[in-house]
């Protein structure tokens, strides 16, 4: 399903009874706190700390070593939130509060999902810490992004129990076939997501991302595709180390290397380098 040509509407989703997932409370309030100018690290790690599952997370989060790069790992909240500056705390708990907002059945289908999302959020960030003079994409921006690229799916099986089920139990859930889900029940789940993520107040070239990751856009310049294309490669990345073929990848591979500026002879090797940095844990 190619992206859609206008901007979706909240209303029609709505219509059709999909639900968008509204924010949790303590986002509702880190956003109302961060607006104004009068706040310090420990207002901001106190509400955060408010959702004891959430402070848990996203402190294992910017414990790992993409996030503080070398140095000593921060002991504290407080301090996960200094050394990642406001934005990019915000960033990471918008990502970490979105898997406890939709599907919180501990329905296989679902489960299934969110580890996915993690590890590829976690292999974009890795691709983006180490490609970021070239596309100046920041590790917690595409740790959002890999979080939410697909939260559409998880939005539609709720509307639509036997969307995508048997392809997320599979663990695949490739571009191709999400493409099939969205002809089969007459959606558009990058449409989804981006209602999702614009609910959210994610940053406007993040939305845009969602919206047009079907493929590279190329009308979609600077940030957004160079996020698209991270992504991918991490998309790519983790197939790979599953040792599952990524009929994605005969598509759009070549263009998602050109943009992050990345020769198709250094592929393998840099693959191998991200298998050595990352393992496949819950996060």
Same mark, same amino acid.
């Given at each position: ?11 029609? &989703?709505?219509?059709? #009874? ?16 961060? /607006? ?8 901001? /790690? #106190? ?19 993409? %996030? ?7 002991? !504290? ?8 500056? %406001?934005?990019? !705390? ?9 898997? +406890?907002?939709?599907?919180?059945? !501990? ?5 299934? *999902? ?8 976690? =292999? ?13 994409? *920041? ?5 959002? /992004?890999?979080? *939410? ?10 509307? %639509? ?16 076939? =999400? ?25 406007? %070239?993040? /939305? ?6 079907? +493929? ?5 310049? #600077? ?11 991490? &998309? ?20 998602? =290397? &050109? ?9 393998? #090797? ?14």
């Amino acid at each position: 399903m190619n992206a859609p040509s206008k901007q979706p509407d909240p209303a029609d &989703a709505a219509a059709r #009874g999909i639900r968008i997932p509204p924010q949790p409370q303590v986002l509702v309030e880190l956003v109302q706190l961060l /607006a104004d100018d009068d706040y310090d690290s420990r207002e901001v /790690a #106190g509400v955060i700390a408010k959702d004891p599952g959430l402070s848990a997370m996203v402190f294992k989060i910017v414990r790992s070593p993409v %996030f503080y790069r070398g140095r000593a790992a921060p002991d !504290t909240l407080e301090q996960s939130v200094i050394r990642l500056g %406001f934005q990019q !705390t915000l960033n990471i708990a918008r990502a970490v509060a979105l898997s +406890t907002s939709i599907g919180q059945e !501990t329905r296989p289908a679902y489960e299934k *999902f969110w580890q996915r999302s993690r590890e590829l959020a976690q =292999l974009a960030s890795l691709v983006a810490a180490e490609r970021v003079s070239v596309c100046n994409i *920041f590790p917690d921006q595409a740790y959002m /992004a890999g979080v *939410f690229f697909d939260c559409g799916v998880p939005v539609l099986m709720q509307r %639509f129990p036997d969307y995508c089920k048997t392809l997320l139990l599979d663990g695949r859930l490739d571009f191709p076939s =999400l493409r099939e889900e969205d002809q089969r029940f007459n959606v558009d789940h990058c449409s989804i997501g981006y209602l999702v993520a614009r609910h959210w107040h994610l940053p406007e %070239f993040i /939305a845009q991302a969602i919206l047009h990751h079907d +493929t590279v856009p190329h009308d979609e310049l #600077g940030a957004v595709r160079s996020l698209v294309a991270i992504v991918h490669l991490a &998309a790519h990345a983790r197939m790979n180390m599953l040792k599952v073929y990524d009929y994605n990848w005969d598509r759009i591979g070549g263009e998602v =290397l &050109a943009e992050l500026g990345l020769h198709p002879d250094d592929l393998p #090797g840099y693959l191998a380098d991200l298998r050595e940095r990352f393992e496949f844990v819950p996060v």
